[in-house]
């Protein structure tokens, strides 16, 4: 039988999780696949840490280079994170022809086309399933069960520790700094937890698969991004009142006539209507919810981050590799493959949308009146209005849920809202998601 030797370079929460899952379903994999899969070495920073998940000293080495070149070493998988040495593990790996493994959807974004040109210079591969949403076969799905179709909507929630965040948030009426180190004692935040709640690992995300769907190459630098830090408990409950949860959304869509009309690719927090299926994903869980020309609507759902969920998809990159190496054939499912040569994504300017709009307001006749009156300028309508009875003269949250109008046109009357005297603090805006 066909031995294919593993060189893990990290053995934290992801790493730890893959070395347990070999060990545990090493022998389901080997009846299936008729490969014998095993990890050989395993690099670390730090010799002396004390760690969850036990590995025997003797696979243990802080030579990440070593394990890379050892020509015994048949997959490479780089499981330690960010953008400097991970991208040095994979591109010395690529280098050498052999398959590489990775987890890390912030180095796929920012040097993803280098890297799946050296690839295929070199004649390897680089898997990447568990670098979108966790235990969701997604990337597989996207590649390969996808190919027929053209994607005309896609819609995740991609991060599992915003929507733990958010789902406490709205639960418990949790507070947003201790459910954020719950998400990090469970091993779901990034090492650097802002990039989790400022939505730039959703971005990552978002892009790899608006990438996949759409054949050209999407940059974080066009990706419109926006976090969960701005969401208070409040809007969660005003959300709630008028039928909405509110979820940090990834959205790909189709815009113009397809192929070639633009894109909207963009990370936001978003009130989903509590009849979508999206609202009733919860806790670390993900899913991805997509429309295919032909197949019509899907959706995908599991644990998006974790040890278990993310060793689950690094293995199945494991056992394609593998069976790419067995058949002599690395590049049956290429990395990923630029088709669209026109395409372009949409300025969030031009994106179009509803709104939920949160003000504070000084509770005095004509306020309503003056705020209509700019939004009306702007050719904006109010669907309704909410206003919890306040004292004449104090301050009262104004929530107005606003019809469709561009994001630009929007941000215009809004500035003018927040410089009557009468609107005291920040105005919180928050899009509507229809899912037309
Ligand atoms: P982690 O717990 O911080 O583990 C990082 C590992 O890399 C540690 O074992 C560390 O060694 C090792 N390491 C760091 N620098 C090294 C170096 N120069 N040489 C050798 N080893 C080095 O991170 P993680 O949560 O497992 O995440 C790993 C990757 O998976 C990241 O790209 C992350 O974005 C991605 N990911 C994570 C999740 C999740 O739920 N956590 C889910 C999907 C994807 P020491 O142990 O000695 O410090
Ligand atoms: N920090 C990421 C998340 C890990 O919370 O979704 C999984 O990619």
Redesign the pocket.
Known sequence: MRRVNIGL?????????VFQAVRRNGPLMTARLGISLGIRKV?????G?G?RVKLPRALLT?D?KGVVADPQNDIIV?????TT??RQ?VLEALRLGKPVV??????LSAHGEELFSVAQKHGGNLYYE??VA?GIPIIKVLREAMVGNRITRLYGIVN?TCNYILTRMKREGADFDDVLADAQRL?????EPS?DVDGH?AAHKTGILASLAHGFWVNPAQIHTEGIRGIARLDIAYAALLGYTIKLLGIVKSVGPAPGGPVQVSVYPALVPDTHVLASVNDVFNAVFLRGDIVGDTLYYGR????D??AS?VLSDLGDAALDLKHGSHRRVPAFTPHERGGRVQPIEEAVSRYYLRLDVVDRPGVLARIAAILGRSRIGISSVIQPEGLAGRSVPLILMIHDATNAAMLRALHSISRLPVVKGKPTLIRVESFE
């Open positions: 370079v990290g053995a934290g929460t992801v790493g730890g999780g690099a670390v920073r730090d010799l840490k760690r802080t990440w780089e499981l330690i994170g960010g040495t991970a593990v990775t987890a890390n959807k912030a180095l568990a670098s966790g599992g091993g779901y935040a990034e090492a990039l690992d998006g981050a974790g040890q969920a993310t998809a």
